[in-house]
């Protein structure tokens, strides 16, 4: 993920706001108990994030993989009053925590936790969403693109973490499952006529594809 050199990204991250103390509290509880806490959004990313979604203001946010809840928390900040945002994940490990956070931020009944696989719970939600923020198995990407398209509206976003690949994207190997299927994503989102996007190196990278 190491796009910049360090300092340069300490600089960045020195001209962005802080994460709110609870997402601050999160942060530390994911490095301390968590296994593979890499996969934390962090603060650059999670204010990137809460950015995005002030813009939008959505009625409606839909994340697939929920991890500890940092995400879903950021996203939550530009929800709209009467808002809800779901949010997917498989890891019942993680659930008692992620309920945890989620009481703490005062927000709860704006926010609804789903457990159990995302290719099988999206067909049941009876929703249009502004906004879809993909990041779980990177093998599923292009089946969750294709599952959430018809429920996003027209102008709505999709979101999808990772993208780069912690720069493999610019490699080929036949055997990295997750690597082709981040680059078929990637080629899919480019050629759907459907949306306009853009490929943002922020991080592990992002696209932003506006359906429109």
């Given at each position: ?5 360090q ?7 020195s ?5 709110p ?20 959004s ?5 204010r990137?994030l809460?950015?995005?979604s002030m ?10 993989g929920?991890?500890t809840g940092?995400?879903a ?5 530009g929800l ?10 498989i890891?019942e490990e ?10 703490k ?10 457990l159990?696989?995302?290719?099988k ?17 990177k ?6 693109y294709d599952l ?5 509206k027209?102008?709505?976003y ?15 190997d036949?055997k990295?499952?997750d690597l082709?299927?981040?680059?078929a ?9 459907r ?17 429109l």
């Open positions: 993920m190491e796009f910049i050199d300092a340069l990204e300490d600089y960045v991250v001209g962005t706001s802080p994460e103390p609870l997402l601050k509290q999160l942060n530390r509880d994911t490095y301390a108990h968590i296994l593979m806490p890499r996969m934390l962090g603060h650059l990313q999670g990137t809460a950015m995005f813009m939008i203001a959505p009625k409606r946010i839909l994340e697939i929920t991890y940092y995400s928390l950021c996203l939550a900040e709209q009053p009467d808002g809800l945002l779901y949010t997917i994940d890891n993680l659930e008692n925590m992620v309920k945890e956070y989620f009481q931020s005062g927000i709860e009944n704006q926010l609804r936790q789903l159990g696989d995302a290719a719970i999206i067909p049941t939600i009876d929703e249009q969403f502004d906004l879809v923020f993909i990041d779980a198995d093998g599923n990407y292009c089946l969750y959430v398209f018809d429920k996003v027209s102008g709505g999709i979101i999808a973490d990772n993208i780069l690949w912690s720069g493999k994207v610019l490699t080929h036949p990295d499952k082709n299927a981040i680059k994503y990637n080629i899919k989102v480019r050629k759907d006529a949306v306009t996007c853009v490929i943002l190196p922020i991080r592990d990278g992002l696209s932003v594809a506006r359906k």
